[in-house]
């Protein structure tokens, strides 16, 4: 193994038996330093059969699904459905921190690996299960993949244009939130640890964590109002994405002071544009019954300009705007490029690949990516023979009888 | 029950989604966060517009008076949400006594978090270089927009951010004009908030083991990028700019959004395989269309998912969204309702699970507000004490914390130090 020690997680171990929701909380800890060790079945994760697939050719090696949310974990086999598997897990768990899994609920129960039993053996064991509804309530036995959270969640309903269908977030944000809202309780129950000796079960819903991230409850509420889609609009009129000469970008005068720097903006740039502004237009309420025509008045401003020269004339008067940028554009920004978001692995199918660097920088303590995903089985010998102390005959044996 | 993070002091100077949602959730886990905040700068307790913005503090001729507003008017329900179980006090950091205040309190503290201006702790001496002599094992923590480097001065907004980093780009129906891609949200700041506050808690856990503190800094840009992943790994490795894919799976099908009963009402249904296939179409009463050969099998399917949507669409159109769901899920098939902020209110499933939270908002009554995001078997809050007055806990802070005489305090007050 590498050497981890000036990772702030570094000599936590953590079990990873997650497919979907749960994968980029292993991540994150393993991004934070801690070894993951990811624990496929012995025909590989069902992530490995989601794509994009490099060069568009399906492979359990070649799934960039897979890449993304498995670089940095180790990757071992194991199949848990029957009396052996399980026993080898228990072995497992003994010597774990964290067990992180995204099952259905239930399913941990049925094979005899629910908190319960796997706290008798391991008392400190933190476990977090990630589903799309949680352990309990009316609904918590729902089939939820994505969609269904992100519709449940409410996001969904505020997205998208004001005269089409909702539409979901792009590569699965549900997932994403679960995990993430997943890591925040397990390193609360790992503080919690450090002074009671004692593990905890971590329920995370992706549905839950979506309605909190909508934001919608407390608004209805105070007002009994339904939240409805509008694009891109946000706030104060002008707000939102406008096309400009070379792209889009994506304007906002929410405060006072931003209307105000955004008048000198369009003054100072555009002296042709007729802005013929009476005192009522600093007032964003009349602004928003007049969208059309400042937004027609904006467009004429920003189609006469390139999207860096209109961000940096707001920025300069303190005006929110940024380009809207594809994958390309912002991987080619210089501001990006500076930080070293962006950094090079070598995986041993894949090639030599560029991956984002974890966004946690933290100065003592630095991320850094060990490895890369690993590869079906890779790291069985290691695990199995070096840590539980299995014979490179008992291994071949597991192998051979499809344990592992 | 003892909480999680209990016994840890941290000093907020946050303002707006991202910031203050952090610190929320580690409040909520029983951390006492203090927000540090002065009347000459009220941000979100104005309204989310600020003072002047919402029409909620009066604006005279000259400006805006900030000794003569009235503080227990500003704790709004915008303000409020992302504020529950904080202490406040008063402190003018733009004063040079303010700052050894400050100082102060950074000796009795275990965390600082901001995201203010970039520059402006540097620029009143308080970075981390400065702190971390006052107190060795601190941990400093920034949230900028776009941090160090090239653009480290703009001024952005979340919704900003979601459009620099490629995400409202992707985000849309294929057909969505750019323009009118989906931008107007706060999920980039709470992603990293959610990011930020576990951060802090293994920078606490490594202080525990080790006794060393730290310098943080999470961009919110880079914490909003790093949820495309997938789509970057597409792009270095296969050199393809991902263009939104609206709701359909270029895998299943069906996979979809369909329109139901009532003003924009809408439900989504997702079928994985050929067995959830057959249950379908028999909970649909095996319609005629599906016994078509164009629909036979998931390849078909996805060749022919427009005529496929369409079809399944007869069916939604004559239900309601809870109904679909309710109807399908019974049948093992995934199906959602696309839940609005009513409905959301509603929820039966968040109501069992104990997320909604009825607070007692004073003058603007009582109000419901989103309660635990997830559920700790121990080491949470349950409940709520509410959001802070502006200086709410001056005594506390001032006297218990810092042990000043009250002539010391008065002098402060009076120099608007203590404002």
Same mark, same amino acid.
């Given at each position: 193994?590498?050497?981890?020690?000036?990772?702030?997680?570094?000599?936590?171990?953590?079990?990873?038996?997650?497919?979907?929701?749960?994968?980029?909380?292993?991540?994150?800890?393993?991004?934070?330093?801690?070894?993951?060790?990811?624990?496929?079945?012995?025909?590989?994760?069902?992530?490995?059969?989601?794509?994009?697939?490099?060069?568009?050719?399906?492979?359990?090696?070649?799934?960039?699904?897979?890449?993304?949310?498995?670089?940095?974990?180790?990757?071992?086999?194991?199949?848990?459905?029957?009396?052996?598997?399980?026993?080898?897990?228990?072995?497992?768990?003994?010597?774990?921190?964290?067990?992180?899994?995204?099952?259905?609920?239930?399913?941990?129960?049925?094979?005899?690996?629910?908190?319960?039993?796997?706290?008798?053996?391991?008392?400190?064991?933190?476990?977090?299960?990630?589903?799309?509804?949680?352990?309990?309530?009316?609904?918590?036995?729902?089939?939820?993949?994505?969609?269904?959270?992100?519709?449940?969640?409410?996001?969904?309903?505020?997205?998208?244009?004001?005269?089409?269908?909702?539409?979901?977030?792009?590569?699965?944000?549900?997932?994403?939130?679960?995990?993430?809202?997943?890591?925040?309780?397990?390193?609360?129950?790992?503080?919690?640890?450090?002074?009671?000796?004692?593990?905890?079960?971590?329920?995370?819903?992706?549905?839950?964590?979506?309605?909190?991230?909508?934001?919608?409850?407390?608004?209805?509420?105070?007002?009994?109002?339904?939240?409805?889609?509008?694009?891109?609009?946000?706030?104060?009129?002008?707000?939102?994405?406008?096309?400009?000469?070379?792209?889009?970008?994506?304007?906002?005068?929410?405060?006072?002071?931003?209307?105000?720097?955004?008048?000198?903006?369009?003054?100072?740039?555009?002296?042709?544009?007729?802005?013929?502004?009476? @005192?009522?237009?600093?007032?964003?309420?009349?602004?928003?019954?007049?969208?059309?025509?400042?937004?027609?008045?904006?467009?004429?401003?920003?189609?006469?300009?390139?999207?860096?020269?209109?961000?940096?004339?707001?920025?300069?008067?303190?005006v929110p705007c940024t380009p809207v940028n594809t994958t390309a554009d912002f991987a080619a920004d210089p501001h990006i490029k500076e930080?070293?978001?962006?950094?090079?692995?070598?995986?041993?199918?894949?090639? #030599?690949?560029?991956?984002?660097?974890?966004?946690?920088?933290?100065?003592?303590?630095?991320?850094?990516?060990?490895?890369?995903?690993?590869?079906?089985?890779?790291?069985?010998?290691?695990?199995?023979?070096?840590?539980?102390?299995?014979?490179?005959?008992?291994?071949?044996?597991?192998?051979?009888?499809?344990?592992? | 029950?003892?909480?999680?993070?209990?016994?840890?002091?941290?000093?907020?100077?946050?303002?707006?989604?991202?910031?203050?949602?952090?610190?929320?959730?580690?409040?909520?886990?029983?951390?006492?966060?203090?927000?540090?905040?002065?009347?000459?700068?009220?941000?979100?307790?104005?309204?989310?517009?600020?003072?002047?913005?919402?029409?909620?503090?009066?604006?005279?001729?000259?400006?805006?008076?900030?000794?003569?507003?009235?503080?227990?008017?500003?704790?709004?329900?915008?303000?409020?949400?992302?504020?529950?179980?904080?202490?406040?006090?008063?402190?003018?950091?733009?004063?040079?006594?303010?700052?050894?205040?400050?100082?102060?309190?950074?000796?009795?503290?275990?965390?600082?978090?901001?995201?203010?201006?970039?520059?402006?702790?540097?620029?009143?001496?308080?970075?981390? #270089?400065?702190?971390?002599?006052?107190? @060795?094992?601190?941990?400093?923590?920034?949230?900028?927009?776009?941090?160090?480097?090239?653009?480290?001065?703009?001024?952005?907004?979340?919704?900003?951010?979601?459009?620099?980093?490629?995400?409202?780009?992707?985000?849309?129906?294929? @057909?969505?004009?750019?323009?009118?891609?989906?931008?107007?949200?706060?999920?980039?700041?709470?992603?990293?908030?959610?990011?930020?506050?576990?951060?802090?808690?293994?920078?606490?856990?490594?202080?525990?083991?080790?006794?060393?503190?730290?310098?943080?800094?999470?961009?919110?840009?880079?914490?909003?990028?790093?949820?495309?992943?997938?789509?970057?790994?597409?792009?270095?490795?296969?050199?393809?700019?991902?263009?939104?894919?609206?709701?359909?799976?270029?895998?299943?099908?069906?996979?979809?959004?369909?329109?139901?009963?009532?003003?924009?009402?809408?439900?989504?249904?997702?079928?994985?395989?050929?067995?959830?296939?057959?249950?379908?179409?028999?909970?649909?009463?095996?319609?005629?269309?599906?016994?078509?050969?164009?629909?036979?099998?998931?390849?078909?399917?996805?060749?022919?998912?427009?005529?496929?949507?369409?079809?399944?669409?007869?069916?939604?159109?004559?239900?309601?969204?809870?109904?679909?769901?309710?109807?399908?899920?019974?049948?093992?098939?995934?199906?959602?309702?696309?839940?609005?902020?009513?409905?959301?209110?509603?929820?039966?499933?968040?109501?069992?699970?104990?997320?909604?939270?009825?607070?007692?908002?004073?003058?603007?009554?009582?109000?419901?507000?989103?309660?635990?995001?997830?559920?700790?078997?121990?080491?949470?809050?349950?409940?709520?004490?509410?959001?802070?007055?502006?200086?709410?806990?001056?005594?506390?802070?001032?006297?218990?914390?810092?042990?000043?005489?009250?002539? @010391?305090?008065?002098?402060?007050?009076?120099?608007?130090?203590?404002?």
């Amino acid at each position: 193994m590498p050497d981890e020690s000036s990772s702030v997680l570094s000599g936590l171990v953590v079990l990873d038996l997650t497919e979907n929701r749960g994968l980029y909380a292993g991540k994150m800890l393993a991004d934070l330093g801690a070894d993951v060790i990811k624990i496929e079945k012995p025909v590989g994760s069902e992530a490995r059969r989601i794509g994009p697939y490099k060069d568009d050719i399906p492979g359990p090696e070649n799934s960039l699904y897979f890449i993304n949310f498995n670089t940095n974990k180790r990757g071992i086999t194991l199949n848990m459905e029957g009396p052996e598997g399980r026993d080898i897990f228990k072995q497992l768990v003994k010597r774990t921190d964290i067990l992180v899994e995204d099952s259905e609920v239930g399913v941990m129960q049925s094979l005899g690996l629910d908190y319960p039993s796997l706290q008798e053996l391991n008392p400190s064991l933190i476990m977090a299960a990630v589903t799309g509804f949680g352990q309990t309530g009316p609904y918590n036995t729902f089939k939820a993949p994505d969609i269904v959270s992100f519709a449940m969640g409410g996001l969904m309903n505020v997205n998208g244009p004001g005269d089409a269908a909702p539409v979901v977030a792009p590569c699965e944000q549900s997932h994403y939130s679960a995990s993430i809202v997943s890591v925040f309780g397990i390193m609360a129950a790992l503080l919690l640890r450090s002074t009671t000796g004692e593990g905890q079960l971590v329920d995370a819903s992706a549905h839950e964590i979506t309605a909190t991230l909508t934001g919608g409850i407390m608004p209805y509420s105070n007002t009994s109002q339904i939240a409805r889609r509008n694009g891109s609009q946000f706030g104060a009129v002008p707000g939102r994405i406008f096309p400009c000469k070379d792209g889009y970008v994506h304007i906002l005068t929410i405060r006072p002071n931003h209307w105000v720097g955004f008048l000198e903006v369009v003054k100072m740039a555009s002296p042709d544009i007729s802005l013929i502004i009476g @005192e009522e237009w600093y007032d964003a309420g009349f602004r928003n019954r007049n969208v059309d025509i400042i937004d027609a008045l904006v467009t004429e401003f920003t189609m006469a300009h390139n999207k860096m020269e209109i961000t940096e004339m707001c920025q300069a008067k303190d005006v929110p705007c940024t380009p809207v940028n594809t994958t390309a554009d912002f991987a080619a920004d210089p501001h990006i490029k500076e930080r070293d978001f962006f950094i090079q692995i070598e995986h041993p199918v894949i090639g #030599q690949h560029t991956y984002l660097r974890p966004p946690y920088r933290l100065s003592k303590t630095p991320c850094s990516i060990n490895r890369p995903a690993p590869l079906l089985g890779q790291h069985n010998r290691d695990v199995y023979c070096d840590e539980l102390g299995y014979s490179s005959d008992e291994l071949s044996k597991l192998k051979a009888g499809g344990i592992i | 029950m003892k909480l999680a993070a209990q016994g840890i002091r941290i000093l907020d100077l946050t303002d707006a989604v991202s910031g203050p949602f952090a610190t929320m959730m580690l409040a909520s886990i029983g951390a006492e966060v203090i927000r540090v905040e002065s009347r000459r700068h009220l941000g979100f307790r104005g309204g989310p517009g600020g003072p002047g913005g919402s029409g909620s503090i009066p604006q005279g001729p000259d400006g805006i008076d900030f000794s003569k507003v009235d503080m227990s008017l500003l704790v709004s329900p915008n303000f409020t949400r992302y504020n529950l179980d904080k202490l406040s006090v008063a402190l003018n950091l733009t004063k040079p006594e303010g700052r050894d205040l400050f100082n102060k309190l950074i000796q009795v503290s275990d965390v600082v978090v901001d995201n203010l201006s970039f520059g402006v702790l540097q620029k009143w001496g308080l970075d981390y #270089q400065a702190l971390e002599k006052i107190k @060795e094992d601190i941990i400093v923590v920034t949230m900028p927009s776009l941090g160090k480097g090239l653009y480290e001065q703009w001024t952005t907004w979340g919704m900003n951010l979601l459009s620099f980093t490629g995400f409202a780009y992707n985000w849309g129906h294929p @057909e969505t004009p750019v323009e009118e891609r989906a931008a107007s949200n706060t999920y980039g700041d709470y992603i990293a908030g959610m990011k930020t506050a576990s951060t802090i808690l293994a920078a606490l856990y490594h202080r525990g083991k080790t006794g060393e503190g730290q310098y943080i800094e999470i961009s919110q840009t880079e914490a909003t990028a790093s949820l495309l992943g997938v789509s970057f790994l597409d792009y270095f490795v296969n050199n393809r700019v991902t263009s939104p894919k609206g709701n359909r799976h270029s895998q299943f099908a069906p996979y979809n959004c369909y329109r139901c009963k009532g003003d924009d009402r809408w439900c989504v249904i997702a079928v994985f395989n050929q067995d959830e296939w057959q249950r379908f179409c028999s909970v649909l009463g095996s319609p005629d269309w599906a016994k078509e050969p164009e629909f036979h099998s998931m390849e078909t399917r996805l060749k022919n998912v427009g005529m496929l949507d369409k079809n399944i669409e007869t069916w939604t159109q004559l239900r309601t969204p809870n109904q679909v769901m309710k109807i399908l899920q019974a049948a093992g098939i995934a199906a959602g309702a696309v839940q609005n902020s009513e409905d959301l209110y509603f929820d039966l499933q968040l109501r069992a699970r104990g997320h909604m939270l009825e607070l007692d908002t004073g003058p603007h009554g009582t109000i419901t507000f989103d309660g635990p995001p997830l559920h700790l078997s121990s080491g949470q809050k349950t409940g709520s004490d509410g959001a802070p007055i502006l200086g709410e806990h001056n005594d506390y802070v001032y006297k218990q914390l810092l042990g000043l005489s009250p002539e @010391e305090i008065e002098r402060l007050t009076e120099n608007q130090v203590i404002f």
